[in-house]
Structures are given as C-alpha cells and as structure tokens.
C-alpha cells in the first residue's frame, strides 16, 4: 500500500543527493535497492507514545542518529528507505528514570557499542520488538559556591571483583544534573573539579552523606529503585585556605566500663599534620559543655566507671604550613552501663506489604527510658520505626533489626535480629499439563514450567525440579521434562510434579492431573507377508516388519477363511487339498505393555505359483 510513496521519497532523494551513504545506480528501483527495520515497542509503566526509536548508522568507529521514528499507540512503528548496510537502534524518552538505551537480541544495554546489529538487504523488512526497562535516576543537586563547581559527575559502578568503575560522566549543570536511565542496583558518586577528556573518566572526589572524601571506598552507597529519583545533595567543597580532613574519624567500640573506645577511618590531605588529640566529655549529645578528660589523649579511650552517664568526643587538631589550625569533633558516644538481663529479640517474618514488627521475648532488669529501632535491608538504612513494611525490590534480601535501650541510670543494651524478606506464596496460573502419554512414547509437559506459577520479580532465576509419579510413586531417575513411558507404566496413573525455589518466597509445587498410561502401538501401516512356493510339499513362511521390534509373534493360519486345526507356527507345509484355495495368515506380535491385535495377510492363491515379499 505504501511502495508508491516510498518510490517518490528515494527518487526524491537520489536526484538531490540527501540520502546518506554511497549513491545507488540508476538502473535500481527503491524496492530493489532499500530495505526496512519494523517493530514493536512495549512499555509496560509508561506511555508508549513518548518513546523515539532512533535508527543508527555507523560513521567510522562511532554511531550517528539516521532517522527518529515514534511509535503509535500500539507501539508499533516502521522505517523504510534504508540502504543495504548495517544498523543499530536506540530508544529514549522524556522520562528520568528511563533514559537512552539500545537494543540487543537479549534485552537492553546503556551503550551503544554493546547494541546488537541489524543488517539490511535490499528488498527485506527486518522485524526488531523491545522492552522498555524502568530504571532510576539519580538528581544531584550543587551547593557547592561557584568557584568550587565541579565540571563533572562521574557514576560508579561495582564490578564482580568488588572494585569501584566509572560506567557514566555527565557535566555538571548550573543548580542540578539528572543521571537517568540507571538499571536498578547499588552506585556511588564521583566529582571531577578539573576539565576531563570526553568519555568516562576517574573522579578526584568521591560523595557521602557528611561531605567529599578522596577515596572510593569510603564513598557512601547510592540505591537505584526501579521508576523512583533519588534526590542527591553535593556538599560544599572545601575552601582552600582551610585545614579540613577528607575523611573524620569515626569511633567505635564498647562505650561501657571495661571497653574501649577507639577512633578510626580518619584520612587528612598530604600536607596536614595532626597537631594534638584529646578526648573531651560532657552531660549530653551537644559538645558546648564538654570538658577535656585529664590524661586523655591519643585515638584510644578506656572506658572507666566514672564516665558513665556521659557522652565521649574525640577532638583532633589539625594544621598545615601557611595556614590556620583548625579543631574537628566527632559525635558523642554516650557511655553506659550493661543492663543485669535483657530480652530476646526477633521478627515477624517479613513479607512482602505486611508489617514486620520486633518482637521482645522476655524483660528488661530495668524498664528502658529509651528504645530506638534501626532498619536496614542489605545494609541501606530504611527506618527508625517499631515496625517497618518490605517494598517488592527487597525479596530476598537481608533485613536487619537493631534495637538500642537505655533506662534512667544509664544502662544500655543493643540487641540485634535478622532475617530474609520473604514474598509470600507463588500464585498458581496455570496447570501443567502432559502430552504423548503412551507406552513406548516421550511423554513430556505440555507447557513450559515457568508459566505454571505467577510471574514476579526475579523468577527467571527460580530453580525447577521436576518429579513423574506412578499410581503416586516417584519414579526413580526420572527428574527432567520429559519420560520415556516404559512397558510397566501401563494402565497406571501418570502425574508430573513440578517444584520452583526462588529466594524470598515458599517453595511452589504443583501436579498435573493424573493420566491414565494406554498401551502402546507399534507403528501402522504394517501387514503380514508369506513367501514361499505355492506347491503341495513346500513349505511357506509367514513374515512381519514390525517397529518397535516385538519380543515373539502369534501365528493363526487359514484357508477359504476357515482356520486351519494345528496351523498356529510361522511355517506352513502346502497339502494337495490346498490347491486353488485361498491362504492367509494372522499374525499377532507380542511386546510387553503394547497392545495384542491381530492383522491378517492378503489372501494367496494355491496354484502351485510362487510368492516373495
């Protein structure tokens, strides 16, 4: 329907020289000489119709945009007048959390030099159908002043050996950068403060949630939900002209008499020195009334009796040639003593939309003035609620509970719990089913496992075992799709029992209905034969090519219809009262579970010829 139009847009083309790529002769019509690439975009959680599909073409080492074509409501599109060669697709959209990505056989990618290619032959019509994946965005937002404003923000990504890698560089924007088009997962957030090359390239910086540090390892981790921004503020950059650490000391340890207390993490700028170290208490969280602890200096603190009741601060002096020193403090720790007995903490099972609450099995020595709660799920801080509700991304991961008491002598106790998310019990969708159920056959399942059980997230990773009964009998070794029904499987009752583990939910198991086996058949068409000469004196055969091979055969000999007395072997001697009478045989092969039927010869005529098969 749409060849004319076609033809005039190439002719078009061709005579004011505006399509890209080498000229066509002129003796090649555009439906010889140009090919198509069709298809069909699904976007399951969004709208179609703001996606453009961009056919890319190669231009030396690199891949430029040909043409943009935007699908219909349906999400089908097409793109014809493409000259022989090779292609690759791109897709974006407007939304932050989806971003550009490229087609593979496989699914998708975020770069184009792992796309898949299309090659075009004149006169094809090559059919390309993708996915829109729903990622993340990350929403960095500068507050650092003008002169500090990096050039440039770099995603980290951790590979398999647990190394940190550059995977996106984005310039900087005046107020906020959007990185959009993140596939779930964990990252962590790069700033370059000095012009780079173009393409990926290593940070000076890297971000945390109490300002910039200069190692990676001591970023701190970024979640990417599935069609959610994350909102990521910047710090200011530190001013030059002020002695700052890159990375505070952090302390840990026992804060109770008898422990210690030890700061450590601390990382300083290579001319920086530490110029004194003292350990300050005061009667609460706030530094104002603090007062040094005589004798105490050093990154290591002894607990002692009389600190309780008191919050513990490391205060590091730090200076530099040419510049004023500067003091940093640490945040309290609050030194108390055991409780004499405490209770036993754990959780609700965590599912899936259901509220998981910590659960006290016994009683304090004290009644607790405070009790905090801290939830994470692999490691992400998710809340300080009593309770907390596991979201769909967070089947089969770790939930941890930390619970910290405090009563009015301060005495203090942490108690912790953990578990995995669990999403509850696998809806059943379908039943499935057998097909050639016979003896001698492969019998097998009709439907592939993974449509048994509903889809949900991660299912293509379930690990499904498959179990055929007898009469509710496992059989022994028969473990995959399909069985090889034996002879002893006959008239008994066959079932398929099909179990899918997924981490995160119950085991789902599911039965076929129960079939009963027949017996099996051997392959028609067959008949018998008889050779021999037809002579009185001679003996005759009777013969059968049977599949499968039987284990014997029945013989049942007649004559004008009538069955011979005694004639019931494969060899027949001819008498003279046979002669111009018809002959025939019946023959029955025997195997066992397979089915017992006779089929009979065509009838032979005693003229003392000879017959052959």
């Known amino acids: 329907m749409r060849r004319p ?109 792992a796309a898949s290619t299309l090659t075009v032959a004149a006169g094809s019509d090559l059919s390309a159908d993708v996915t829109v994946p729903l990622g993340g965005a990350l929403k960095v937002t500068h507050v650092h002043p003008d002169d500090e404003a990096p050039s440039a923000l770099v995603v980290m990504s951790r590979s398999d050996d647990g190394t940190w890698n550059p995977i996106r560089t984005v310039t900087a924007g005046s107020a906020s950068t959007t990185v959009a088009g993140l596939e779930a997962g964990t990252y962590r957030l790069g700033v370059r403060r000095k012009p780079s090359s173009t393409g990926v390239s290593s940070p000076d910086l890297f971000w945390t949630r109490d300002g910039l540090v200069a190692d990676v390892a001591d970023g701190d981790d970024l979640e990417v939900v599935p069609g959610e921004v994350l909102d990521v503020p910047v710090s200011p950059l530190t001013p030059h002209d002020l002695v700052q650490p890159l990375v505070r000391p952090t302390v840990v340890g026992l804060a109770q008499p008898g422990g210690t207390l030890t700061a450590t993490g601390e990382r300083w700028p290579a001319d920086v020195r530490v110029v004194d170290r003292q350990w300050y208490r005061a009667a609460g969280s706030s530094p104002a009334t603090a007062v040094p602890i005589p004798g105490r200096t050093g990154t290591v603190l002894p607990v002692t009796p009389d600190l309780v009741g008191y919050h513990a601060f490391l205060v590091t002096t730090l200076g530099a040639p040419g510049r004023d020193r500067t003091t940093h403090w640490t945040t309290g720790q609050p030194i108390t003593q055991p409780f004499a007995s405490v209770p036993r903490l754990t959780v609700t099972a965590p599912r899936v939309g259901t509220d998981t609450r910590a659960v006290l099995s016994g009683a304090w020595s004290s009644p607790p003035a405070l009790v905090t709660y801290r939830w994470t799920v692999d490691g992400v801080l998710k809340g300080f609620s009593p309770s907390f509700t596991p979201a769909p991304d967070q089947i089969a991961k770790t939930l941890h509970l930390e619970v910290t008491a405090i009563d009015s002598s301060f005495r203090s106790a942490t108690l912790r719990a953990k578990t995995l998310v669990s999403g509850g019990r696998r809806g059943l969708r379908q039943l499935p089913a057998l097909r050639n159920v016979r003896v001698g056959l492969v019998a097998q399942l009709a439907e592939d496992s993974s449509g048994t059980f509903e889809w949900v997230r ?55 209905n129960a079939v009963v086996v027949p017996r099996g058949s051997f392959v028609r068409p067959w008949r018998p034969y008889i050779a021999g000469r037809f002579s009185p004196g001679r003996v005759i055969r009777a013969g059968a090519n049977v599949h499968p091979a039987p284990t014997g055969f029945r013989y049942r000999w007649y004559l004008d219809g009538k069955p011979i007395r005694g004639a019931t072997g494969k060899r027949l001697r001819i008498t003279k009262a046979m002669k111009n009478r018809d002959l025939r045989v019946a023959v029955t092969p025997m195997r066992p579970g397979y089915e017992v039927r006779a089929v009979r010869s065509r009838r032979i005529r005693v003229d003392g010829g000879g017959w052959w098969p």
């Open 458 to 512: 991660g299912a293509e990773k379930a690990r499904r075992t498959f179990e055929w009964l007898l009469d509710g009998k496992v059989v022994r070794g028969a473990a995959g799709r399909q069985y090889l029904v034996p002879p002893a499987a006959a008239h008994r009752r066959l079932t398929v029992r099909v179990t899918e583990s997924l981490p995160g939910y119950d085991v789902a198991v599911a039965t076929t």
């Open 5 to 113: 139009f076609l033809a005039l847009t190439v002719l078009l083309a061709l005579v004011f020289g505006v399509l890209a790529g080498p000229a066509t002769t002129a003796t090649a019509t555009a439906a010889d000489s140009t090919g198509s690439i069709s298809g069909t975009v699904t976007y399951p959680d969004g709208d179609v119709t703001t996606v453009q599909v961009r056919v890319l073409g190669p231009a030396g080492a690199r891949w430029l945009t040909l043409a943009t074509v935007r699908p219909d409501a349906d999400g089908r599109w097409r793109h014809a007048g493409l000259a022989p060669g090779r292609y690759r697709l791109g897709y974006v959209t407007t939304s932050d959390v989806v971003g550009t990505f490229y087609r593979t056989t496989a699914g998708t990618v975020s770069d184009v030099t």
